[in-house]
Every structure is written in C-alpha cells, then in structure tokens.
C-alpha cells in the first residue's frame, strides 16, 4: 500500500505526482492546500487537525477527519490524535490527561497518525509546543504500532523504537506499507 503523508507547509509545499492508495494529513495544512491535495488525488484521504488548523480547514473537502477514531483501509488499521499539548487557550490543544485517557482505550492499531511528536526531550517546559505527548511514548511502549506517524516539529526523521517505527513528517513522506 502506498501512503502519501503530508504536514505543516509552512511555505514548502511539496505535492508529487503519482497514484498513492491512501493519503495522509498530519496537520497544519491550509484550507487552499487541503482543496488541492483534495483535488489533485483521487483515493481515500484521512487525517487529524494540527495546532494552527481551524475546524473549517477541511471542509468542502473528502478527508476524513480521524481524531480520537479509528479507520481502518484495506485490512490496515489507522488511530487519529491531533492537535498539540496545551501551550495557550486556542483550539486543537490538549491536556497530558486528554491524550492519556484516548490511549489507554485505543486498542492496538497498526499504524498511529498525530499532528504532535510523542516526548523525545523530557526537559522542555510544559509551556513549550514541541515537548510532545508522554502518552504517546505509553501508547508505543504497551500497544507497539508499527508505525507511529507525526508532524509538527519541522524536521524530519525516522527511528525506531521498540517495534515502532516513528516517522516525523515535513513537508511530505512517502511510505509503502
């Protein structure tokens, strides 16, 4: 299965041509982009909202919204958390608490998509965007997904944890499973 991934275009807006059987939004994505994505391919499209993203972001579109839910494509199972841990009062910004208790019901899925990196620096201040969530590195540690897939911090890379191949995403990655 080929996967388009996308996330947080902040001016580097990456759109391959290709046939992808799934594509993927992690967030931070525009309105105009979201139409484009939208229109420029043709399959199934999921995805979960990022801190900067508004409810309305995606409307007018066919991607489907996954936040807190469970999708599942072609025998592949897919779990949806956006946002980001609370740093001020805007939208799409979540307690440790709010992402702790959606984990620890999610049962397994084979692969987790996020807009907020689980905690790789322990030492950043809880008003800090970027210290990710400590409840994902529960999730990866007790469920072990095989792909754990996430924007928002605007370097990519992929390591492995566990069984857990954690991919952050910027701008675009293309992943076959």
């Not at 420029?40 to 489907?64: A, F, L, M, P, R």
């Not at 999730?139 to 754990?148: A, G, Q, R």
Request: charged share 25%.
């Amino acid at each position: 299965m080929l996967l388009y991934i996308f996330s947080d275009f902040q001016g580097e807006k990456m759109l391959p041509d290709g046939k992808p059987d799934l594509v993927i939004l992690l967030g931070d994505i525009s309105y105009r982009d979201a139409l484009e994505i939208d229109k420029k391919y043709s399959c199934h499209k999921i995805g979960v909202y990022g801190n900067h993203d508004t409810t309305i972001e995606w409307k007018e579109t066919s991607i489907q919204l996954i936040h807190e839910s469970i999708f599942e494509f072609e025998g592949i199972t897919f779990g949806g958390f956006g946002g980001c841990p609370r740093y001020n009062r805007k939208a799409n910004q979540y307690d440790e608490d709010q992402c702790l208790n959606y984990v620890k019901k999610l049962d397994y899925v084979d692969v987790f998509i996020a807009h907020s990196n689980p905690a790789y620096d322990f030492t950043l201040a809880d008003w800090d965007a970027h210290r990710g969530f400590k409840s994902f590195n529960y999730y990866i540690s007790e469920k072990k997904p095989k792909y754990f897939l996430h924007g928002h911090l605007h370097k990519p890379f992929i390591k492995q944890e566990q069984e857990t191949i954690i991919c952050s995403v910027f701008p675009f990655l293309q992943l076959v499973l």
